[in-house]
């Protein structure tokens, strides 16, 4: 017998078959890969001990949610070729090949102003050029462009196969346990409208599914308010942000001596400034597919003692943990209570030995941390009533508890040095 699929074994999904046609190269390739070394949580794992995984597993536990999803579309009528399902393994699989290091942390420092979406797609480019298809329909689905809507749905939307897999595995390795989801109801109670999935046709959700779904927005909002947007971990971007930040300005006016021990590959993006319209550049997508989390961990360690009292500072708080004090505020500082702010950070740095002109740019920020749970404009989520009827989730679901979740939250934060002891 042709074996025709490998089978991995995942601590969330548990086992997962791989398709050894199309898919199987695809995990073998070095975009794939490459995705062991990039954290899935970037720096929360400073916070949550055992976030220790990886990109890769959130890779291919997407791809077997969207198996199981289509399984489940085609047990209700939908047709789907075998190439379609190909194209949507393929397309979830490559979602997030275009991660630098450390996830979002760094995610417009090294390309500036270029989203992972961009650069993911840059690289899929690519690799439809070298394998062909069904990588062409992968990324009209990833692109929202493909004739069979309910494709994309399932790729990006607001109950898409990336974030039921994100939301059940970062709670599982966070030990959050609010944030666990019942997706084997999710998947049970998918259907598409029409059923023929033509043209017009959306995801929707049988209205039996209606309180799993509440369940997800419910459990995301709780995610990222405990995780994602924790005060420890928006300070340690901070200061993981302040370093690379301050090792690019030591390029830029050629004091190469206080970086020594740089990556090659990190020094190669630190020396240019790169946007998203030089992602045709073959040798840009090279460069960066070299770089992970282990090129940044690796300066940082180097950088632990260098000459320039900024960058050694903020990369030996990255790699003891000595990090700065985050606190969420209840109004925006004036400019006034900034300026004095800024003062007295200045002061304590020239206490500390650091005496060098907007050192205090690099340990104290005031920023707004803001999340919307569920956005019904952005491709909402459609219930399928018992009577054939679609509409959407908020005109039938707890009206009082969608409307508090479709609200935009926002909370302003300060993050500095905590040896300033700002009186707030």
């Not at 890779?59 to 969207?66: N, Q, T």
């Not at 420092?109 to 840059?122: F, G, N, Q, V, Y």
Request: hydrophobic content about 40%; some cysteine.
């Amino acid at each position: 017998m042709t074996r025709t699929a490998i089978v991995l074994s995942d601590p969330v999904h548990g086992f997962i078959r791989v398709p050894q046609k199309i898919i199987q190269p695809l995990l073998e390739s070095r975009e794939i890969q490459r995705l062991r070394r990039i954290k899935q949580l970037g720096l929360g794992l400073i916070v949550f001990p055992a976030a220790e995984h990886s990109r890769f597993p959130h890779a291919l536990g997407a791809m077997a949610l969207m198996s199981d999803a289509l399984d489940s579309l085609a047990t209700k009528g939908t047709p789907i070729t075998e190439d379609e399902r190909l194209a949507a393994m393929a397309a979830i699989l490559l979602h997030d090949i275009g991660h630098g290091p450390y996830s979002h942390t760094l995610e417009y420092d090294l390309i500036c102003d270029t989203p992972h979406e961009k650069i993911s797609l840059a690289l899929m480019r690519r690799l439809e050029s070298q394998i062909g298809p069904p990588i062409d329909t992968a990324i009209q689905m990833l692109e929202g462009t493909y004739e069979r809507p309910f494709f994309c749905d399932l790729i990006s939307s607001q109950l898409d196969m990336d974030r039921l897999d994100y939301l059940c595995r970062d709670s599982h390795f966070t030990g959050v346990v609010e944030g666990k989801i019942g997706i084997e109801r999710i998947l049970r109670t998918l259907c598409v409208y029409p059923k023929d999935g033509g043209k017009e046709s959306c995801l929707a959700i049988e209205s039996k599914g209606i309180y799993a779904v509440e369940n997800v927005l419910i459990a995301r909002r709780l995610m990222y308010w405990q995780v994602y947007l924790h005060k420890t971990v928006v300070a340690a971007d901070f200061v993981l942000r302040g370093a690379i930040r301050r090792a690019r300005h030591l390029i830029n006016v050629g004091n190469h001596e206080a970086v020594s021990g740089i990556s090659p590959a990190l020094c190669w993006f630190l020396e240019r400034k790169i946007d998203a319209s030089k992602l045709s550049d073959d040798e840009i997508l090279d460069r960066f597919l070299d770089l992970d989390d282990v090129e940044v961990i690796g300066s940082l360690k180097q950088w632990y003692r260098s000459p320039d009292p900024i960058l050694a500072d903020l990369s030996r708080r990255i790699i003891d943990r000595d990090l700065f004090r985050c606190t969420f505020l209840t109004e925006v500082p004036t400019q006034d209570l900034l300026a004095q702010w800024q003062d007295r950070v200045s002061q304590t740095l020239t206490n500390m030995g650091i005496c060098i002109p907007d050192a205090h740019t690099y340990y104290l920020t005031v920023g707004t941390s803001g999340h919307a749970t569920y956005e019904p404009n952005e491709r909402g989520v459609r219930i399928l009533d018992s009577g054939g009827n679609l509409c959407e989730l908020e005109d039938h679901a707890d009206i009082a508890a969608i409307n508090a979740l479709t609200r935009f939250t926002e909370k302003p934060y300060l993050c500095c040095l905590k040896a300033a002891n700002l009186p707030l």
